[in-house]
């Protein structure tokens, strides 16, 4: 079982990056948000799951292990195969996944691609209880939710893709100080500075 890779990239696409480890390049599928941050020729760490079919070996990779765990908690959903797994977690993180099961709410995945509304509610039913932790454990920051919130509306806005810009507003306010963390401007800016020159990705 290959468990996790550490690499050059030597190729990335909108769904997959190629990761060079031992002489040997690894294809391996990732979410939107590790392919658009994957840069040819620096190193990438990915937690990854080999897929076993009959006519093929198939690699999914994830930034962390939180990723990979709920990756394998969609792919035990009754039609959730590993493309609509990794759907899912291209467009929403961890956490959001956690907060719609919890309260019930399976509109979130209802607007990922291949995800029907009865899959929906078996997502929701199904991983009830089993994605609870994830929520708890998540680092806690002093910043309100409505703060972080309103940087990742404001992110959105600018192009970013939801789980991305949810991502750096989260990050940005572990960072910050004890005053920007209230500031809806300040979390914009180190957000924005996070993430780098260069065009929205949309």
């Given at each position: 079982m290959i468990s996790s890779l550490r690499g050059t990239v030597l190729h990335a696409a909108p769904d997959r990056?190629?990761?060079?480890?031992?002489?040997?390049?690894?294809?391996?599928f990732v979410p939107a948000d590790v392919a658009h941050?994957?840069?040819?020729?620096?190193?990438?760490?990915?937690?990854?799951?080999?897929?076993?079919?009959?006519?093929?070996?198939t690699l999914y990779g994830f930034a962390d292990r939180d990723e990979l765990e709920v990756f394998g908690l969609l792919l035990s959903v009754t039609g959730v195969g590993p493309k609509s797994a990794?759907?899912?977690?291209?467009?929403?993180?961890?956490?959001?996944i956690a907060e719609a099961v919890t309260g019930e709410d399976d509109a979130p995945f209802r607007r990922v691609s291949g995800i029907g509304p009865k899959t929906a509610k078996l997502i929701v039913l199904q991983l009830a209880g089993k994605v609870q932790a994830h929520v708890a454990s998540a680092p806690a920051t002093a910043a309100s939710t409505a703060v972080i919130d309103q940087v990742t509306a404001a992110l959105v806005g600018l192009g970013w893709k939801e789980k991305v810009a949810a991502e750096a507003s989260a990050q940005s306010a572990e960072d910050a100080t004890d005053a920007e963390r209230e500031s809806v401007s300040a979390l914009l800016r180190r957000a924005l500075a996070a993430m780098g020159p260069g065009a929205a990705r949309g």
């Open positions: 990056v190629v990761v060079e480890t031992g002489g040997v390049g690894f294809s391996v941050t994957a840069v040819v020729g620096q190193q990438l760490r990915l937690h990854t799951s080999l897929i076993v079919r009959d006519d093929a070996l990794l759907g899912v977690l291209s467009h929403l993180t961890v956490d959001q």
